[in-house]
């Protein structure tokens, strides 16, 4: 696994300076706050225990003082001042599906970059695993915005892998925890087909505030009706031919939808750490959207 980082990509530049525009105006009026909210679990520090307020995340309420002095007390934070963000891409040939004008890649990559963008404003460090079939490498996490947009700029610039090729995409969990220090965020994007449970992967959720991103397109949700397509298998490594007229396909898209949500939600019980974006959807908002939930209180499935 290669740890070396080459220098700045031509090709996304203008890409990336598009998506620094948006992610600077978007801090800058909505997210700053909600991005701190939606990544301060792992990344801060206990202070003291204070007096619960209407509008505290009731998640710090701390149990055990509410029963002993029977009203209740939440646990205070105090922010850390080095956050590391991990980013673990899974580039696997599944990704390479759109119906409407953007792949799943795409959206993946894009979500990846502005998240990556907005963690430099914010001063974070941000680090990066990326695994495509036959290929994987690391960059250490890097403080600071330059180093930072070159991290971006590399993911962008990756060549989507081959469709006739491997497909599998080894992520080296043991290797992220040697790599990732305790208390960092880990944002794993990826295709999430159902398969098993990746190796210390609770473990990891232990010990990193650990989210899944995800991609979906309007396919993903329902089949256009009375239709002949063809499509890329993600189990069978191939594309295949879809008829949409006929029940039994039907059916078999239903049910491996239920498997995907099922195995999503048993990857990530808390649905806050579940992120899902759109194909057809801006990234950006959809961030703002997440964020905004978290800084809520968000739904705790």
Not at 90 to 114: M, V, W
Request: a positive charge; aromatic letters at 10%; glycine letters at 6%.
């Amino acid at each position: 696994m290669s740890a070396e980082m080459i220098s700045m990509p031509s090709a996304p530049t203008s890409l990336l300076q598009r998506l620094e525009w948006r992610a600077r105006h978007a801090v800058n009026t909505t997210v700053s706050g909600e991005y701190r909210s939606a990544f301060r679990g792992r990344g801060m520090e206990f202070d003291q225990v204070v007096k619960y307020q209407w509008g505290d995340d009731p998640r710090d309420i701390d149990w055990n003082v509410t029963a002993r002095l029977g009203e209740p007390y939440r646990k205070r934070f105090v922010e850390e001042r080095d956050l590391t963000i991990m980013f673990v891409f899974e580039d696997s040939p599944a990704l390479q599906f759109g119906s409407d004008g953007r792949t799943r890649r795409q959206t993946l990559l894009e979500t990846a970059a502005l998240l990556m963008t907005i963690s430099a404003i914010n001063r974070d460090r941000v680090g990066l695993l990326y695994s495509a079939p036959g290929k994987s490498w690391f960059q250490r996490a890097l403080p600071g915005r330059k180093g930072i947009m070159r991290i971006a700029a590399t993911l962008l610039d990756q060549p989507a892998p081959s469709l006739d090729g491997p497909t599998a995409c080894p992520l080296s969990w043991p290797f992220v925890k040697k790599s990732a220090t305790r208390g960092s965020v880990l944002l794993w994007f990826g295709p999430f087909a159902p398969q098993g449970m990746p190796e210390l992967w609770r473990e990891l959720q232990q010990r990193y505030q650990a989210v899944g991103v995800r991609a979906d397109d309007p396919w993903d949700v329902e089949l256009p009706r009375n239709a002949k397509l063809s499509a890329y298998d993600p189990l069978a490594g191939r594309l295949t031919l879809l008829n949409t007229a006929s029940s039994a396909e039907r059916a078999a898209h239903a049910a491996w939808r239920e498997r995907r949500e099922e195995y999503f939600t048993e990857m990530f019980p808390r649905s806050d750490d579940r992120l899902i974006v759109g194909n057809v959807d801006d990234p950006l908002q959809s961030l703002i959207a997440w964020f905004h939930r978290h800084r809520h209180g968000g739904a705790r499935a």
